[in-house]
């Protein structure tokens, strides 16, 4: 079986390759369609939509496949957080993150279809979501600022990364922490291995 990840994120990637399993990357192109603001089906909703586009690509093989999409986003004060547009949106995040707790959700959507299927009504999905409430020290605008400077806040949701310099800023995480990195690989290997 093809397993295929419809993300570019390097974090997922890791992540997957953490746990064993086998699988190629495919980014999915669709563009980002939200219809709502509550964090979990946001999440879910947007990880269905890069997994379909990826899924459907992939059509007419005739292989058996399993496509995983994802996205994670921060949820602070009833604020969505996802990926940060440049520095100084990077630095109002932080501003409202630090000294305080949020939760990061990400949502995650797998699509399989057997080998033999050649119709729609043999393929099997199902989607999920995960929730983590990380805690952060207070962080002073100089800090901030230096943390910004690194460049690795703009390609994460929240504008900061847990796996990195910024834990030096983390108190404490209740959950799953590869969550807050962007995949919670226990729960997805436990939902998929009717599959494997």
């Not at 980002?32 to 990826?54: D, M």
């Not at 050649?118 to 943390?147: H, L, Q």
């Amino acid at each position: 079986m093809r397993i295929i990840l419809a993300s570019a994120s390097p974090r997922r990637k890791e992540l997957l390759a953490q746990v064993g399993l086998v699988f190629e990357v495919q980014v999915s192109d669709v563009e980002e369609k939200v219809s709502t603001t509550i964090p979990y089906y946001l999440v879910q909703g947007l990880s269905r939509q890069k997994a379909e586009a990826v899924f459907h690509a992939l059509a007419g093989t005739g292989e058996e496949i399993l496509v995983i999409g994802a996205d994670t986003v921060v949820s602070c004060d009833g604020r969505i957080l996802g990926k940060p547009e440049n520095s100084e949106h990077a630095k109002e995040m932080l501003r409202l993150l630090q000294g305080r707790s949020h939760e990061v959700y990400t949502g995650v959507t797998l699509l399989h279809r057997a080998s033999e299927a050649e119709n729609t009504s043999s393929i099997e999905g199902k989607s999920f979501y995960e929730t983590t409430k990380v805690n952060f020290y207070p962080m002073s605008e100089a800090e901030i600022d230096d943390y910004v400077a690194t460049g690795d806040p703009l390609d994460k949701a929240g504008a900061y990364g847990i796996q990195g310099i910024c834990a030096r800023y983390i108190s404490g995480i209740e959950g799953d922490y590869n969550n807050v990195v962007g995949l919670p690989v226990g729960r997805l290997y436990q939902e998929m291995k009717d599959w494997l």
